[in-house]
């Protein structure tokens, strides 16, 4: 069942657009990502994530995200922070609002880093769904259906995985269209 996945994501994620740029890394809003940047450097190049690198910034992740890891960061596109309730990132940038801001940041990242094939062998070994958890204390929900990877929150807000295997040094990234949120 994994070959069979794997063909599946390939396919899918050529269909998203995602081009693989002179063999090197995966190319995300018009910025080839590759594994000698960290996740904090690729997300920064992207042209979708600038809301998510101002929020890692207002949070003071950047040195956090930019270590060791590794870590698997579900990276939501401009858009998905746009359709949050209007005044909803303005609110969560300030400075009052950190703890509030770094816990649903920490909601995208796991301490550890899980490629496509990790991840569906997981909700394969899990029997179609795998719970996962992140470093900012929220447990997600992998599952696969209709040949698409998607994450839920425990709020039931659901991303689907749009880009998969941005490798970086330190992790990979994964790009969603959604934000999660942590347990409300």
């Known amino acids: 069942m994994i070959s069979k996945l794997n063909t599946i994501i390939a396919a899918s994620v050529l269909t998203a ?14 910025f080839e990502m590759t594994k000698d940047k960290t996740i904090v450097e690729n997300a920064a190049g992207s042209e979708d994530h600038t809301t998510l690198v101002a929020a890692v910034t207002a949070a003071e992740l950047v ?23 209007e005044g ?10 950190i703890g509030t801001l770094q816990t649903v940041l920490g909601c995208h990242v796991i301490p550890a880093s899980a490629m496509a094939t990790d991840v569906l062998g997981m909700i394969e070994s899990g029997g179609g769904e795998a719970m996962v958890d992140t470093v900012g ?6 599952k696969y259906e ?11 807000g659901t991303a689907t995985v749009t880009i998969a295997d941005a490798a970086s040094s330190n992790g990979v990234i994964h790009v969603i ?3 999660l949120l942590p347990k409300q």
Request: glycine letters at 14%; charged letters at 20%; a negative charge.
């Open 17 to 30: 657009g995602v081009a693989i740029a002179g063999g090197h890394g995966v190319m995300v809003g018009g």
């Open 137 to 142: 204390g929220c447990k997600l929900t992998a």
């Open 177 to 179: 269209d959604t934000v």
């Open 63 to 85: 040195e956090t995200l930019s270590g060791e890891g590794p870590f698997t960061v579900l990276a939501p596109v401009n858009d998905a922070f746009a359709a949050l309730p």
């Open 88 to 97: 909803t990132v303005d609110t969560l940038l300030k400075p009052e609002n």
């Open 146 to 156: 209709d040949e698409k990877v998607m994450f839920m929150d425990e709020n039931g």
